[in-house]
């Protein structure tokens, strides 16, 4: 595993009411970019939000301190035309990054079908996970059609995207790929990939895996992680939320675990690195909407996928993921 690293959020407006990192500070990416390099054992960092002068900045600070950079930008809820014109932006100031690290990455998007209009049903990202998920659980041949209509849309839209983007990018472009999108990947130098599996699914990521070596690119993995909490190995992070939004605790039935996060990190990691992946992205670093509470139905962290612990008056702790990480980082 050459590229060890994790993503960092510099501010993504989820819905339109959401703003991840309204109270990010230079002082305070610095601070934390500094932890992902000398303490977390990272040789990578994986940038992601949708403020161009944010990701520009925060790449900048992670160059700066002897890190790959990934950047990631991600415009939710946005129509193919304001999504093509803004990853058009941010690709010409990457070229700008670029000059200063050749190595540097550009990932034009992530999981598309969810975060962009227009290629599943629904306006906003969250009613188009909605109807994903409910569709998943009900006719699998109803989903399947609905899927093939998206992944042809998503490709037909990557192939103007990616053209476009070249013109003004002349490194590496990859695309972040949710497991349910068919990609073709001849677009990219990179085969990146976003993967959320209970361990019961190994044997089924592993073919994935081989199938895909057969093209001779390299494959990323540019999300995987897990939330805190008891049974998230066997159940699959992602495949259900802890948290009642409407009273912002935790529903019953949840118990924290860092230790089973941990475990679950440990299990990626290893297994990546067995598979030859080229490179892996934690996720994330920290979301701070999850805080953290010795009051279990408040402790809001158990359903994130922070690997620190965000306390209510924003200062972190590493969790039990951390120092996982930065063992199997420091020496692999």
Same mark, same amino acid.
């Given at each position: 595993?050459?590229?060890?690293?994790?993503?960092y959020?510099?501010g993504?407006?989820?819905?339109?009411?959401?703003f991840?990192?309204d109270?990010?500070?230079?002082k305070?990416?610095?601070?934390e970019?500094?932890?992902?390099?000398?303490?977390?054992?990272?040789?990578?960092?994986r940038i992601y939000?949708?403020?161009?002068?944010r990701?520009?900045?925060?790449?900048?600070?992670?160059?700066?301190?002897n890190?790959?950079?990934?950047?990631?930008p991600?415009?939710?809820? &946005?129509t193919?035309?304001e999504?093509?014109?803004?990853?058009g932006e941010?690709?010409k100031?990457?070229?700008?990054?670029?000059? /200063?690290?050749?190595?540097?990455?550009?990932?034009v998007?992530?999981?598309?079908?969810?975060?962009?209009?227009?290629?599943?049903?629904?306006?906003?990202?969250?009613?188009?996970?909605?109807y994903?998920?409910?569709c998943?659980?009900?006719?699998?041949?109803?989903?399947?059609?609905? /899927?093939?209509?998206s992944?042809?849309?998503?490709?037909?839209?990557?192939?103007k995207?990616?053209?476009?983007?070249?013109?003004?990018?002349?490194?590496?472009?990859t695309y972040?790929?949710?497991?349910w999108e068919?990609?073709?990947w001849?677009?990219?130098?990179?085969?990146?990939l976003? &993967?959320?599996?209970?361990?019961?699914?190994k044997?089924?990521?592993? &073919?994935?895996?081989?199938?895909?070596?057969?093209?001779?690119?390299p494959?990323?993995i540019?999300?995987?992680?897990?939330?805190?909490?008891?049974?998230?190995?066997?159940?699959?992070?992602? &495949?259900?939320?802890?948290?009642?939004?409407?009273?912002?605790?935790?529903?019953?039935?949840?118990?924290?675990s860092?230790?089973?996060?941990?475990?679950?990190?440990?299990y990626?990691?290893?297994?990546?690195e067995?598979?030859?992946? /080229?490179?892996t992205?934690?996720?994330?670093?920290?979301?701070?909407?999850?805080?953290?509470?010795?009051?279990?139905?408040?402790?809001?962290?158990?359903?994130?996928c922070?690997?620190?612990?965000?306390?209510a008056?924003?200062?972190?702790?590493?969790?039990k993921?951390?120092?996982?990480?930065?063992?199997?980082?420091?020496?692999?």
């Amino acid at each position: 595993m050459k590229i060890k690293g994790i993503c960092y959020d510099t501010g993504t407006g989820f819905t339109p009411t959401y703003f991840s990192r309204d109270k990010l500070t230079t002082k305070t990416m610095q601070k934390e970019i500094k932890i992902i390099k000398n303490e977390l054992n990272c040789n990578a960092v994986r940038i992601y939000g949708d403020r161009i002068n944010r990701l520009m900045s925060c790449s900048k600070i992670a160059i700066d301190n002897n890190l790959e950079v990934w950047i990631s930008p991600r415009f939710v809820d &946005r129509t193919e035309e304001e999504t093509l014109k803004l990853t058009g932006e941010c690709a010409k100031e990457a070229e700008g990054l670029r000059k /200063l690290n050749s190595e540097l990455v550009f990932v034009v998007g992530n999981e598309l079908t969810l975060d962009m209009t227009g290629l599943l049903f629904g306006e906003t990202a969250q009613k188009r996970v909605q109807y994903l998920w409910h569709c998943k659980d009900g006719s699998f041949a109803l989903l399947k059609e609905r /899927l093939r209509n998206s992944n042809e849309l998503l490709n037909q839209f990557l192939e103007k995207l990616v053209t476009y983007t070249k013109n003004s990018f002349k490194g590496e472009i990859t695309y972040g790929a949710g497991e349910w999108e068919q990609i073709n990947w001849d677009f990219f130098d990179i085969i990146s990939l976003n &993967r959320y599996l209970p361990k019961s699914e190994k044997e089924k990521l592993v &073919r994935e895996f081989r199938k895909l070596k057969e093209s001779g690119k390299p494959i990323a993995i540019t999300e995987f992680g897990s939330e805190s909490y008891a049974g998230v190995f066997d159940k699959g992070p992602g &495949r259900c939320d802890p948290v009642d939004w409407k009273n912002f605790e935790i529903k019953d039935g949840f118990k924290r675990s860092e230790k089973e996060q941990a475990d679950y990190m440990k299990y990626d990691l290893e297994l990546f690195e067995k598979e030859g992946i /080229l490179a892996t992205f934690v996720y994330t670093f920290t979301e701070p909407l999850y805080t953290y509470s010795k009051n279990p139905k408040k402790d809001l962290d158990i359903g994130s996928c922070n690997v620190v612990r965000v306390y209510a008056d924003g200062h972190i702790e590493p969790k039990k993921s951390f120092q996982v990480i930065s063992n199997f980082y420091k020496n692999h």
